[in-house]
């Protein structure tokens, strides 16, 4: 069973950047597609996008499209979210996501593995 940790949230001016990585534990961490949601208060949670297992193929929301990338170590255990030109309607718990799955994630189906989530505030 692999249990993910998030890391690197904080407090961030509009227009500047923030990584954010999500550590990962057990051995099967490789098998899984990662990913990222979001929450923003009082909103519902939000898909923001995947990386495929072998860490080639990335699938983003368009809403980051061109301003996030995600990237994965396995050798790490680690997949990261780079974010850049954050707005303020950035604002938002992130969470860290695994599924043994790439496709549908934005189509509100049940994933396997949830991280506990990381805080970021965008500044205007």
């Known amino acids: 069973q692999v249990q993910l940790v998030e890391s690197g949230g904080g407090l961030v001016q509009a227009g500047g950047s923030l990584r954010l990585s999500c550590a990962a534990s057990?051995?099967?961490?490789?098998?899984?597609?990662m990913g990222w949601f979001r929450q923003a208060p009082g909103l519902e949670r939000e898909f923001v996008g995947n990386?495929?297992?072998?860490?080639?193929?990335?699938y983003y929301a368009d809403s980051v499209k061109g301003r996030f990338s995600i990237s994965r170590d396995n050798a790490e255990n680690t997949v990261y979210l780079q974010m850049n030109s954050l707005k303020s309607e950035d604002t938002a718990v992130y969470y860290c996501?695994?599924?043994?799955?790439?496709?549908?994630?934005?189509?509100?189906?049940?994933?396997?593995?949830w991280g506990k989530g990381t805080l970021v505030t965008v500044s205007s």
């Open positions: 057990g051995r099967s961490f490789s098998n899984y597609a």
């Open positions: 996501v695994a599924d043994r799955v790439r496709t549908g994630w934005d189509r509100g189906r049940a994933m396997d593995l």
């Open positions: 990386i495929d297992w072998r860490g080639t193929n990335t």
